[in-house]
């Protein structure tokens, strides 16, 4: 059974860095049949996919936050992060990652709230 | 984007009801529709992919139809354990969208 789990901060000061760690267990990250992806969902709203990668390093974002977001994987730990520059108060929200394969986000994980504040 | 809009944004309704979710795309996506259930504090678990494959381990009593930009969810009989939010989401072309989601509560 794939599990997934994030860590890192739970709170940023606006304009820094926000920094994430999905560690994938119970599935190899180098299978090559999945992306891996990170989605976020704000306060008491939908759902918003952010980006995903391919074990490979190759990427791709949501064109609403490309210009800010780096996702990036290390397959020898078995984990994909995930950076999001200049955070504001909008970006507060549920962060999730989440392994995407044959068109559906099959395994998730339990998600971390970040709260953007100084 | 393809915007996924749902209806109705809530519903309340009773134990062994029967429950209809409605999902349009702001464009056509053929059958590229999956539907998510999301309880408080929860990730979302996938119900239905494809517009009307049943995930493993999900209850029969979920379906899932539709084709081209409207789609359905339907709980033929609601369950205690079925009280929680459901999305669609869109797999059919980048930027993957969701729904803004529809909140089954109790009556």
């Known amino acids: 059974q794939v599990q997934l789990q994030e860590s890192g901060p739970g709170l940023v000061k606006p304009s820094q860095t926000l920094s994430l760690t999905c560690t994938v267990s119970?599935?190899?990250?180098?299978?090559?049949?999945?992306?891996w992806s990170w989605i976020r969902q704000h306060p008491g709203k939908g759902l918003e996919w952010i980006g995903y990668?391919?074990?490979?390093?190759?990427?791709y974002y949501n064109p609403s936050l490309k210009s800010r977001v780096t996702i990036s994987v290390d397959t020898s730990e078995n984990q994909f992060s995930l950076k999001l520059s200049s955070v504001t108060a909008a970006d507060t929200a549920v962060y999730y990652c989440?392994?995407?394969?044959?068109?559906?986000?099959?395994?998730w994980g339990q998600g971390t709230l970040v709260t953007v504040s100084s | 984007d393809i915007q996924m809009t749902q209806s109705p944004s809530s519903l309340s309704a009773s134990v062994g009801d029967r429950v209809t979710i409605t999902c349009r795309a702001s464009?056509?996506?053929?059958?590229?529709l999956n539907w998510y259930q999301q309880k408080p504090g929860k990730a979302p678990k996938l119900l239905i992919y494809?517009?009307?494959s049943l995930q493993s381990g999900v209850p029969s009593r979920f379906s899932g139809s539709g084709s081209g930009t409207d789609f359905t969810l339907t709980i033929s009989s609601l369950q205690p354990e079925d009280f929680a939010t459901y999305y669609c989401?869109?797999?059919?072309?980048?930027?993957?969208?969701f729904g803004q989601g529809t909140k089954v509560e109790i009556k």
């Open positions: 989440a392994r995407r394969g044959d068109s559906i986000f099959d395994y």
């Open positions: 119970g599935g190899s990250i180098s299978s090559g049949d999945y992306y």
């Open positions: 990668i391919y074990y490979s390093g190759s990427t």
């Open positions: 464009q056509t996506i053929s059958t590229y």
């Open positions: 494809a517009a009307s």
């Open positions: 989401q869109q797999s059919y072309t980048s930027p993957w969208t």
